[in-house]
Every structure is written in C-alpha cells, then in structure tokens.
C-alpha cells in the first residue's frame, strides 16, 4: 500500500490551499484517516481525523478553518485548508489505517508535502 499526497505549495497568509491523499495496492478497507503536520523544529501533530463513517476531530488550532473529508470509493482523503496563517506552515502527511486482505490493520504515511504560508 502506497500514500501519495499533494496540493501543497506557497501560499500568502489568509488564502487557502486544499491537500488530497490517495491510496493504492491491494487492500480490504480503510479505517481513519487523517493529515498530521511537522514544522520546523516541532514534533509531529494530529490535524485532523477522520472515521469510515465520517466522524471527525480536529486539532485546537484549525478549528473552524480546516475541514477534512474522505471518500471511500477512491481512497482518498483531503484537507481544506482555509484562513491560513504563518503558523500553518509545516510539512504534512497523510495517513490511513488500511485493512489487508489477511485482515490485519496497518497504519501507512504518505511521504509529506510542504505547505508554505508567507506573511
């Protein structure tokens, strides 16, 4: 199973960018998903998550301006990224509990993609 996540870029502060992440290979489902972000010189933290059935959970910071959705079809998942401010600048990741066909559940990365908000 692979994660490709993109839509990063440079962005001014107060505009939007929107990330998506798709998964490939042979797979069964896919539990939760969610976009973590690492930015200089921090540790990793959770954005936002996910459920198969659509519950959600958003870190503090993002409320009301970051929306994450899924859809389960086409195994994907995506971050809508509004208001942004310097604070969001960071390297994010996807990631997904996926479910093998031997029914063991995995959590997987994406490789990350930079998101650069200027002031």
């Known amino acids: 199973v692979q994660l490709q996540a993109s839509g990063g870029g440079l962005v001014q502060a107060g505009g939007s960018l929107r990330l998506s992440c798709a998964a490939s290979?042979?797979?069964?489902?896919?539990?939760?998903m969610g976009w973590y972000r690492q930015a200089p010189g921090k540790e990793r933290e959770l954005v936002a998550s996910i459920t198969r059935g659509g519950g959600t959970d958003y870190a503090e910071a993002v409320k009301g301006r970051f929306t994450i959705s899924r859809d389960n079809a086409k195994n994907t998942v995506n971050l809508e990224m509004n208001s942004l401010t310097f604070e969001d600048t960071a390297v994010y990741y996807c990631?997904?509990?996926?479910?093998?066909?031997?029914?063991?559940?995995?959590?997987?990365w994406g490789r990350g993609t930079l998101v650069t908000v200027s002031s």
């Open positions: 290979g042979g797979m069964l489902s896919i539990n939760d």
């Open positions: 990631t997904m509990d996926v479910r093998a066909w031997n029914r063991i559940t995995q959590q997987y």
